[in-house]
Nanobody
């Protein structure tokens, strides 16, 4: 099995910064895409940022220029650096990982979520 452990969520003032981390562990052969999603109260979960195995990235329009996604393949970890945070960035942030398990099975996993609250 695979475990995803997220960290870094917090209460922060508008204009502040946070860095989220998501570490994958378990029976992993290789990791393909890694991404961050968020869900605000009363809204659907939405893609925030995505990074492919080769390093190419994609961002939601609402976070372009403010958020940066990166990954450390040696640590099976994905990061989300969030700058110039706004109240609209408030929500539960989930990491998502596409990977191949030992044994050759492709699988997709979600983290447990970490709360980000942007408020003065």
């Amino acid at each position: 099995q695979v475990q995803l452990v997220e960290s870094g969520g917090a209460l922060v003032q508008p204009g502040g910064s946070l860095r989220l981390s998501c570490a994958a562990s378990g029976s992993i052969f290789s990791i393909n895409a890694m991404g961050w999603y968020r869900q605000a109260p009363g809204k659907q979960r939405e893609l925030v940022a995505f990074i492919a195995s080769g390093g190419s990235t994609n961002y939601a329009d609402s976070v372009k220029g403010r958020f940066t996604i990166s990954r450390d393949n040696a640590k099976n970890t994905v990061y989300l650096q969030m700058n110039s945070l706004k109240p609209d960035d408030t929500g539960v942030y989930y990491c998502n990982v596409d990977l191949m398990l030992r044994g050759g099975v492709f699988a997709n996993y979600w983290g447990q979520g970490t709360q980000v609250t942007v408020s003065s």
